[in-house]
Each structure stands twice: as structure tokens, then as C-alpha cells.
């Protein structure tokens, strides 16, 4: 897996734990493709500002994996249920870890 689709994948899980401007330049950047320039333009701020952002945020999302591990413990667990034969006990962990 490449570090764009991890970052991805840890922003799901650690999205909340961000700025409201650290997430909008996040899914502008990732998720809208917008450029560097563009995102500066649509927020009238500079160019810079929205790199060292993201900059800053791609930090974040690393450490708070490094620390909370979620998306490790995650797969793991998912490991597990892959296991399980009942499909019952199956669906009711796979519907705990969507939420």
C-alpha cells in the first residue's frame, strides 16, 4: 500500500480528531484532487499555508496511529473474524466495526 492510501485510510479513523481546516484541505487535496494553488484560491490563503497544513496533518494522522493504533487493531481483528464460521457472531462484530 502506497502513503496516499494510508493517509486516506487514517483519516477515516482519526478525522475528528483534526481541524475543520486541516479537513477541508485533507479532502480537497485527497479526496477533490484539487492542486496546492487551487485550494489556496478557494480559501484565500497562501499557497504555503495549505501545504505546511497538510503537512501538519499527515504528521498527525501518522502519530495518532503510532500512538492509538486503531487501524492496526483493526486489521487484526478483522483477521480474526474472517475465521469465525458463524456468520450470525460474523455480521455482529463486522456491524461493531463499521460504526
Avoid at 493517509?7 to 485527497?30: A, P
Amino acid at each position: 500500500m502506497d502513503k496516499q492510501d494510508l493517509l486516506i485510510i487514517l483519516f477515516d479513523y482519526y478525522e475528528e480528531l483534526l481541524t475543520d481546516s486541516q479537513k477541508k484541505y485533507f479532502i480537497d487535496y485527497y479526496f477533490n484532487n484539487l492542486s496546492l494553488a487551487e485550494i489556496s484560491e478557494n480559501e484565500n490563503v497562501s499557497r504555503n499555508a495549505v501545504s505546511k497544513d497538510l503537512k501538519l496533518t499527515k504528521e498527525k494522522l501518522i502519530s495518532y496511529e503510532e500512538k492509538l493504533k486503531l487501524y492496526d487493531k483493526d486489521k487484526k481483528i478483522r483477521k480474526v473474524i474472517d475465521k469465525i464460521t458463524d456468520e450470525n457472531i460474523v455480521n455482529e462484530l463486522e456491524n461493531i466495526l463499521d460504526e
